[in-house]
């Protein structure tokens, strides 16, 4: 449904760290559904088992959490330039089975509640209709702007 150039305007994740492919379906407010392709060539499965690699879990939730991001963007209709969606909580997080290199990942993403510049949302992670990983997250809004005031 939308291009990895069409995710990038809505997620400002870059390579090694975009953790989507593509947004398989889309519904403006409500959810999104994505695919991850998984692939031996990526870095961290250098380390992440040499013997027997293993997608990281916290990817798994780094891919909700870019999901979310482009919900949340896509159905502001942009990406502003001063704003960052930040992961502030995961709940209810739970892992059901390991993800490997070959492996697609569909992820759902869902909008489960939005309060002024929060947003609680719920995902499954799933590999051939298996759930890997499903949980709650948690994101609020930070707006940049240059007239604050510095720590330095």
Not at 109 to 124: R, W, Y
């Amino acid at each position: 449904m939308f291009s990895i150039e069409e995710i990038m305007r809505f997620v400002p994740h870059r390579y090694p760290f975009l953790l989507i492919d593509r947004v398989l379906d889309f519904a403006e407010n409500q959810s999104v559904t994505t695919l991850k392709n998984v692939t031996i060539n990526e870095a961290h499965f250098a380390g992440h088992f040499p013997k027997k690699p293993i997608f990281p879990g916290v990817y798994l939730i780094e891919n909700m959490a870019q999901s979310a991001c482009f919900l949340l963007a896509r159905s502001a209709g942009k990406l502003e330039d001063n704003v960052v969606y930040v992961l502030g909580k995961v709940n209810k997080m739970s892992f059901t089975a390991p993800v490997y290199p070959g492996d697609q990942v569909i992820t759902r993403v869902i909008l489960e509640k939005k309060f002024g510049d929060a947003a609680l949302v719920s995902g499954v992670a799933c590999v051939a209709d298996r759930t890997m990983a499903k949980g709650e997250l948690m994101f609020s809004v930070i707006r940049e702007n240059a007239d604050s005031p510095s720590c330095a």
